[in-house]
């Protein structure tokens, strides 16, 4: 069954510069992949979807890239904010349901 | 517009007691979600429903039951809580009865059993 790894460890980045997290999947391309934002003590909020035959999405400071060759996402976050501060977790479809990364927790410091 | 509700917010139980998880959206979603997130893992899903009157199982559904009460209402029930069973438990729902579109979750419901 498909597997999702993302870098378990914490990315630090300095306020002002480009975070960028990595989403890496094992077996066939999702028809779709999303991005969602969950901060600590709350649920997955949504940021962005992208499908599989769409390169780039962009929204404000994000931007989001699939490459079905990689088999692995990127995710963007430009003029890093602390409050860009929380867990970034990846998920693509598989049948029935979505198949859910374990997070990214990124640390932009002031 | 309270998105998607969940009750209680923390639970502490005992083995062998069972218990009640209540879900409600408001967003007059078609399809809802049970999750179970532990540390260093992802969200895996439990059960789900994808319309009013139907549940599926998810990749985790052992020692646990649901009942979609209505197009509102999605449960979950621990007939005999296990250790094992700790964990924050999310509900979540969306608009479509297929695997697509973003998910919409509550806030959460921290179980403990001892």
């Known amino acids: 069954s498909q597997k999702i790894e993302q870098n378990s460890e914490a990315l630090n980045i300095q306020e002002g510069k480009t975070a960028t997290l990595t989403c890496n999947y094992t077996n066939y391309s999702p028809a779709y992949l999303q991005w969602y934002r969950q901060d600590p003590g709350r649920g997955p909020v949504f940021l962005l979807l992208?499908?599989?035959n769409e390169k780039e999405k962009r929204k404000e400071r994000l931007k989001v890239t699939f490459d079905t060759t990689l088999k692995q996402s990127l995710f963007h976050i430009t003029a890093s904010q602390p409050a860009d501060s929380a867990t970034y977790l990846c998920a693509l479809d598989e049948d029935y349901q979505l198949i859910w990364g374990a997070g990214t927790k990124l640390i932009i410091k002031p | 517009n309270a998105g998607v509700t969940q009750t209680p917010k923390f639970q502490v139980l005992k083995t062998g007691q069972s218990m009640t998880l209540q879900c409600a959206q408001d967003?007059?979603?078609?399809?809802m979600y049970w999750y179970r997130q532990d540390p260093g893992m992802g969200l895996r899903l439990i059960y789900y429903s994808a319309s009013e009157g139907t549940t599926d199982k998810g990749e985790v559904p052992n020692g646990y039951n649901v009942s979609r009460l209505n197009k509102r209402e999605f449960s979950l029930r621990l007939e005999s809580a296990a250790p094992s069973q700790t964990s924050v438990y999310f509900c979540?729902?969306?608009?479509?009865?297929?695997?697509?579109?973003?998910?919409?979750f509550g806030e959460g419901s921290r179980l403990t059993v001892l």
């Open positions: 979540a729902s969306r608009t479509g009865t297929v695997n697509t579109g973003e998910l919409f």
């Open positions: 992208i499908r599989e």
């Open positions: 967003m007059n979603h078609n399809s």
